[in-house]
């Protein structure tokens, strides 16, 4: 089977200013894959060029995601297309209920995929059903999105998403950045129970311990815009004990 | 400028009496305000002189097709190019007394009397009056009494004049509703409550992309009187939406909220005076705009409040939506309180959709239309969520979406 994503000699500018400088990556279906680096690596601008954010600026490479470009596709292209970013810090809309967003984010895809609109009974029963796993209630999900949500309902907020749209690639921005350990295993379980042979991940992060949680099949660590060292889960734990000094120079 | 040449031509109306010759002699020596007035610094109306005017004349009215969102239970009067289909008046509900007020001097000099002071169309529409319009309202009158304004002759200016009256303790529902394809609609309102008494209030200026809608309002709250109103201006060429309150008793209350949509070359005025001449009162005014292509906005509100008008409570906040890199909005909030111990907070913003928030949503896969769609509706919802009547909060909630759809998907 093709590979669910290839990242080939990618090169991507914030501004004028060069950030990403020549990624390769390949993950296969159903691969949980880490990128761990230090701040300033280009972590998140990859996150940004993965879903098509303006003003992130491919200027060199290729972005294929089951066998077609990205490249050319907008950010609810890609996202239709089955691509998906849990963000660092989820956006507050406020004036925007819950429930309409959500259902939206769902009917955009199954139109793409020429299915009806869901039932709207159908359609909060499912979302209960997930939410509950979540510890989200229904006060929150009555709410405006993410408006006065804590740091860490923000991040199950995503994850709840996530399991609603079902995408083919799951990126993880940070998901663990503000997260206390009680938090972090409920986002990590969440995860975990949408792992399958179909759904693969990318899950960035700068610490060790959400590799704990959501156990990678491979890591890569990002320095200075390029992938320096790829490796099992192993990986992560050896720069948990060195740090990242020395990395750029592996390259 | 010489009266012969102003627009419009007033040359057929004959000779008038009282509050009307007053307004006549006032309109012959003012006329339209030039750029060098303060209050019209944002809104220029120098395009109606250059227009060939006359107002309407007396042929019988034609039937006015009633807007799909209407309240189901609300009784409707309408004027067609101005002038009142007074069939309609028999279907007004007990409690609620109807007149003409063509020869009515006594009720023209109330009208005189509440209606913004210097303000062109209080001289021109009381002079020019096509329709004059009496409601005396006693008890609780709950079927929404609705006043829609159509009309089709673009040579014409249409100066409905409307006078509504509310008894000691009465209250009732009154929407305009105007949807006319004139030169000039000017509509002319005046809105006294006595102690007690409560009005809710909705106006929809949805008239045709052809028309100049000037319209002047006075009103007048007693003691613990309360006026909800709001104002949703959408259609027409130029707009301007001019509301004069004043608080002449304790406790009064008076809501006046409003939402600007405008695309194209459109411009959109609201702009308000509200005068808190009693303490112990309390106004609020919400007002959103959404501007795309090169349509303009402007919002001028003045919160007076006079020297012994101590524990006024009086807030008002701005907030323009701009779509496009041409549209313009402008603000002028204005605060002259003599009192000392009063609450008063007014607020301006002019902004644009939020790439971020965009992002977030187009991200899950909602395309880019519905995206800006969703937020605008967001952004417009809490200004909708202040209007206290249900009856009018759904007249108004499909101007907006029809607004939406009809081109915000860009």
Same mark, same amino acid.
């Given at each position: 089977?093709?590979?669910?994503?290839?990242?080939?000699?990618?090169?991507?500018?914030?501004?004028?200013?060069?950030?990403?400088?020549?990624?390769?990556?390949?993950?296969?279906?159903?691969?949980?894959?880490?990128?761990?680096?230090?701040?300033?690596?280009?972590?998140?601008?990859?996150?940004?060029?993965?879903?098509?954010?303006?003003?992130?600026?491919?200027?060199?490479?290729?972005?294929?995601?089951?066998?077609?470009?990205?490249?050319?596709?907008?950010?609810?292209?890609?996202?239709?297309?089955?691509?998906?970013?849990?963000?660092?810090?989820?956006?507050?809309?406020?004036?925007?209920?819950?429930?309409?967003?959500?259902?939206?984010?769902?009917?955009?895809?199954?139109?793409?995929?020429?299915?009806?609109?869901?039932?709207?009974?159908?359609?909060?029963?499912?979302?209960?059903?997930?939410?509950?796993?979540?510890?989200?209630?229904?006060?929150?999900?009555?709410?405006?999105?993410?408006?006065?949500?804590?740091?860490?309902?923000?991040?199950?907020?995503? /994850?709840?998403?996530?399991?609603?749209? $079902?995408? %083919? !690639?799951? #990126?993880?921005?940070?998901?663990?950045? @503000?997260? =206390?350990?009680?938090?972090?295993?409920?986002?990590?379980?969440?995860?975990?129970?949408?792992?399958?042979?179909?759904?693969?991940?990318?899950?960035?992060?700068?610490?060790?311990?959400?590799?704990?949680?959501?156990?990678?099949?491979?890591?890569?660590?990002?320095?200075?815009?390029? /992938?320096?060292?790829?490796?099992?889960? $192993?990986? %992560? !734990?050896? #720069?948990?004990?060195?740090?990242?000094? @020395?990395? =750029?120079?592996?390259? | 400028?010489?009266?012969?040449?102003?627009?419009?031509?007033?040359?057929?109306?004959?000779?008038?009496?009282?509050?009307?010759?007053?307004?006549?002699?006032?309109?012959?020596?003012?006329?339209?305000?030039?750029?060098?007035?303060?209050?019209?610094?944002?809104?220029?109306?120098?395009?109606?002189?250059?227009?060939?005017?006359?107002?309407?004349?007396?042929?019988?009215?034609?039937?006015?097709?009633?807007?799909?969102?209407?309240?189901?239970?609300?009784?409707?009067?309408?004027?067609?190019?101005?002038?009142?289909?007074?069939?309609?008046?028999?279907?007004?509900?007990?409690?609620?007394?109807?007149?003409?007020?063509?020869?009515?001097?006594?009720?023209?000099?109330?009208?005189?009397?509440?209606?913004?002071?210097?303000?062109?169309?209080?001289?021109?529409?009381?002079?020019?009056?096509?329709?004059?319009?009496?409601?005396?309202?006693?008890?609780?009158?709950?079927?929404?009494?609705?006043?829609?304004?159509?009309?089709?002759?673009?040579?014409?200016?249409?100066?409905?004049?409307?006078?509504?009256?509310?008894?000691?303790?009465?209250?009732?529902?009154?929407?305009?509703?105007?949807?006319?394809?004139?030169?000039?609609?000017?509509?002319?309102?005046?809105?006294?409550?006595?102690?007690?008494?409560?009005?809710?209030?909705?106006?929809?200026?949805?008239?045709?992309?052809?028309?100049?809608?000037?319209?002047?309002?006075?009103?007048?709250?007693?003691?613990?009187?309360?006026?909800?109103?709001?104002?949703?201006?959408?259609?027409?060429?130029?707009?301007?939406?001019?509301?004069?309150?004043?608080?002449?008793?304790?406790?009064?209350?008076?809501?006046?909220?409003?939402?600007?949509?405008?695309?194209?070359?459109?411009?959109?005025?609201?702009?308000?005076?509200?005068?808190?001449?009693?303490?112990?009162?309390?106004?609020?005014?919400?007002?959103?705009?959404?501007?795309?292509?090169?349509?303009?906005?402007?919002?001028?509100?003045?919160?007076?409040?006079?020297?012994?008008?101590?524990?006024?409570?009086?807030?008002?906040?701005?907030?323009?939506?701009?779509?496009?890199?041409?549209?313009?909005?402008?603000?002028?909030?204005?605060?002259?309180?003599?009192?000392?111990?009063?609450?008063?907070?007014?607020?301006?913003?002019?902004?644009?959709?939020?790439?971020?928030?965009?992002?977030?949503?187009?991200?899950?896969?909602?395309?880019?239309?519905?995206?800006?769609?969703?937020?605008?509706?967001?952004?417009?919802?809490?200004?909708?969520?202040?209007?206290?009547?249900?009856?009018?909060?759904?007249?108004?909630?499909?101007?907006?979406?029809?607004?939406?759809?009809?081109?915000?998907?860009?």
């Amino acid at each position: 089977m093709a590979p669910l994503l290839e990242i080939k000699d990618l090169h991507a500018s914030v501004g004028d200013k060069p950030i990403l400088k020549g990624i390769n990556l390949t993950i296969n279906h159903g691969e949980i894959h880490a990128i761990m680096g230090p701040n300033g690596s280009g972590k998140s601008t990859m996150s940004y060029v993965l879903a098509g954010r303006e003003g992130y600026e491919v200027t060199g490479g290729d972005i294929v995601m089951n066998g077609e470009s990205l490249l050319e596709m907008e950010a609810d292209e890609r996202a239709r297309a089955g691509m998906f970013l849990a963000f660092q810090y989820p956006v507050e809309l406020p004036g925007v209920g819950g429930m309409g967003f959500l259902r939206a984010a769902v009917n955009a895809r199954r139109l793409e995929a020429g299915e009806a609109e869901i039932d709207q009974l159908e359609f909060v029963k499912m979302v209960r059903a997930k939410a509950a796993g979540l510890g989200i209630n229904d006060d929150m999900l009555k709410r405006a999105v993410n408006v006065g949500f804590s740091g860490g309902e923000k991040k199950r907020y995503e /994850i709840l998403q996530m399991a609603l749209l $079902e995408p %083919a !690639l799951s #990126v993880l921005d940070e998901t663990d950045s @503000g997260l =206390d350990v009680d938090a972090l295993k409920i986002v990590s379980d969440g995860v975990n129970m949408l792992r399958d042979a179909q759904r693969s991940m990318l899950v960035i992060t700068h610490y060790q311990r959400l590799l704990n949680h959501i156990v990678p099949d491979f890591v890569h660590i990002l320095a200075d815009g390029k /992938i320096r060292r790829s490796g099992g889960k $192993e990986l %992560a !734990l050896e #720069v948990e004990e060195s740090g990242y000094a @020395g990395i =750029d120079d592996a390259a | 400028m010489p009266g012969s040449m102003m627009q419009p031509d007033l040359g057929q109306i004959g000779a008038l009496q009282g509050a009307r010759a007053a307004a006549m002699a006032r309109w012959q020596s003012n006329g339209w305000p030039d750029h060098r007035a303060e209050a019209w610094r944002f809104t220029r109306l120098s395009a109606i002189d250059k227009m060939e005017l006359r107002p309407a004349g007396d042929a019988g009215p034609m039937a006015v097709s009633r807007p799909t969102s209407l309240p189901a239970n609300a009784v409707v009067l309408t004027f067609h190019n101005g002038i009142m289909d007074t069939a309609g008046l028999d279907a007004l509900p007990a409690g609620v007394t109807a007149s003409t007020l063509d020869g009515n001097e006594a009720s023209l000099d109330d009208l005189a009397g509440l209606v913004p002071v210097g303000h062109p169309v209080s001289n021109l529409s009381l002079a020019a009056m096509t329709g004059g319009l009496c409601l005396d309202i006693v008890g609780d009158i709950a079927a929404p009494i609705i006043l829609l304004f159509g009309g089709d002759d673009n040579a014409i200016s249409t100066h409905p004049v409307v006078l509504v009256k509310l008894a000691s303790g009465a209250s009732a529902v009154v929407g305009e509703w105007h949807q006319a394809a004139v030169g000039l609609s000017a509509p002319l309102v005046a809105i006294d409550l006595a102690a007690g008494a409560t009005l809710d209030y909705a106006k929809v200026q949805f008239d045709s992309r052809s028309t100049t809608h000037v319209a002047a309002t006075g009103l007048r709250l007693g003691t613990g009187a309360r006026f909800d109103g709001f104002q949703l201006s959408v259609g027409g060429k130029l707009a301007r939406l001019e509301t004069h309150v004043t608080l002449t008793g304790e406790d009064a209350d008076c809501t006046l909220s409003a939402i600007y949509l405008g695309r194209n070359s459109q411009h959109h005025d609201i702009t308000s005076n509200m005068a808190h001449n009693k303490g112990h009162c309390h106004s609020s005014q919400i007002i959103r705009g959404v501007l795309d292509d090169s349509a303009r906005g402007v919002f001028q509100g003045k919160v007076y409040v006079a020297p012994d008008a101590q524990k006024t409570d009086g807030n008002q906040m701005s907030r323009a939506l701009l779509l496009s890199r041409k549209a313009e909005a402008n603000t002028k909030p204005e605060l002259e309180i003599y009192a000392d111990d009063v609450l008063c907070a007014h607020g301006a913003t002019v902004g644009e959709l939020d790439e971020t928030q965009l992002f977030y949503l187009t991200s899950r896969g909602i395309r880019p239309e519905t995206a800006r769609a969703m937020l605008i509706d967001a952004f417009l919802q809490d200004a909708i969520d202040g209007i206290g009547n249900a009856d009018l909060a759904a007249m108004l909630r499909p101007v907006v979406d029809q607004w939406m759809t009809a081109g915000g998907n860009r």
